[in-house]
């Protein structure tokens, strides 16, 4: 069965730094997608960032960028320049590519950003 | 384009009854996800419909089921509330297999 584990229950960032969330996973497959995304106090789930377990080039989105690490299944999330908007619950997520839309969640990692 | 739609936003059960909620895609999406979201459990996937016919199902007793319509609306039917079914419910849509998720703010079921 796939896992994927978030070690960091909650963290902290300073407005205008850089902070970096972890998550590992596991997995038998070759094939797959991980995904990031925040859940903000409004509870939508919203997609940050995508990353094809085929494709060695780290996706980056604007602020957000990963550090995919196939061999040691690790999958990071940067977020630079942090705003306060940026506070929200981060989610990791791991799906199975041609295994239909059955999402694999992290436990979350609390993000807060102060002044 | 509108987003996702799930109603009702709060839902107030008692143990024992049943409840249906509901999930409306964005437009031209035929796949339907609902996951449920506790504290303790976390995020966990429950099914998920395309072209109404159940593609893939989670680890839920039989008291969950969903339908999805030609439309693609979704529902899904708890039956025999226990007061562990509280939770967060969220529906999600794509369009085909392997494109995003999209997510709706969820229905929050409370069970007494």
């Known amino acids: 069965a796939q896992t994927v584990t978030q070690s960091q229950p909650e963290m902290s960032v300073q407005e205008a730094e850089t902070v970096t969330l972890s998550c590992t996973y596991d997995?038998?497959?070759?094939?797959?997608?991980l995904f990031w995304y925040k859940q903000p106090p409004s509870r939508q789930m919203i997609l940050v960032i995508r990353?094809?377990?085929?494709?060695?080039q780290n996706a980056t989105e604007n602020r957000f960028s990963v550090n995919f690490q196939k061999a040691a299944k690790s999958f990071s999330l940067k977020i630079s320049d942090s705003q306060l908007g940026d506070a929200a619950m981060y989610f990791c997520?791991?799906?199975?590519?041609?295994?239909?839309?059955?999402?694999?969640f992290g436990t979350g990692t609390q993000l807060k950003v102060e002044l | 384009k509108a987003g996702v739609t799930q109603t009702p936003r709060y839902l107030i059960k008692t143990r024992g009854q049943q409840v249906t909620l509901s999930c409306s895609p964005i437009?031209?999406?035929?796949?339907v996800s609902w996951y449920q979201q506790t504290p303790g459990q976390g995020l966990q996937f429950l099914f998920e419909?395309?072209?109404?016919?159940?593609?893939n199902k989670g680890n839920f007793p039989g008291r969950f089921s969903g339908r999805q319509f030609s439309n693609s609306r979704s529902e899904m039917n708890v039956s025999t509330l226990e007061l562990g079914d509280s939770a967060l419910y969220l529906c999600?849509?794509?369009?085909?297999?392997?494109?995003?998720?999209?997510f709706g703010n969820g229905t929050r079921l409370t069970v007494t």
């Open positions: 999600a849509s794509s369009s085909i297999q392997n494109s995003p998720l999209h």
């Open positions: 997995t038998s497959e070759s094939d797959y997608y």
């Open positions: 990353q094809e377990a085929y494709k060695q």
């Open positions: 997520a791991y799906r199975i590519t041609g295994g239909g839309n059955k999402l694999t």
């Open positions: 437009s031209g999406h035929r796949s």
């Open positions: 419909y395309f072209s109404e016919t159940q593609r």
